[in-house]
Nanobody, 123 residues
Framework: QLQLVESGGGLVQPGGSLRLSCAAS????????IGWFRQAPGKEREGVSC????????NYADSVKGRSTISRDNAKNTIYLQVSSLKLEDTAVYYC????????????????WGQGTQVTVSS
């Protein structure tokens, strides 16, 4: 069983930026595609972004396109999600997970999850 750990969340004003990190302390993530998901209170968990194991293929949900970048540094065994121009609607617990980016960014395509990191956007 693979345990992922998210970090980098916090309280940010609207228009600000955050960079979230996803790592595994005792396993390499180099062979896995990694997805980022988020879940706001009262809502279902939704896909945000995904990156292939090689880093060549990336995708983004419409809600973050144009203001988000997913990347990975396999040498550091870390995957990043940077979101700028943060909105109130971005408030959620953000999770990373191992799985498949294709055909769709769905929870069912991912197996190992982190415990999440809280992102709160508030003025």
């Amino acid at each position: 069983q693979l345990q992922l750990v998210e970090s980098g969340g916090g309280l940010v004003q609207p228009g600000g930026s955050l960079r979230l990190s996803c790592a595994a302390s005792r396993s390499t993530l180099a062979g896995y595609a990694i997805g980022w998901f988020r879940q706001a209170p009262g809502k279902e968990r939704e896909g945000v972004s995904c990156i292939s194991a090689s880093g060549v293929i990336t995708n983004y949900a419409d809600s973050v396109k144009g203001r988000s970048t997913i990347s990975r540094d396999n040498a550091k065994n870390t995957i990043y999600l940077q979101v700028s121009s943060l909105k109130l609607e971005d408030t959620a617990v953000y999770y990373c997970a191992t799985g498949r980016c294709r055909p769709t960014l769905e929870k069912a395509n991912f197996s190992s999850w982190g415990q999440g990191t809280q992102v709160t956007v508030s003025s």
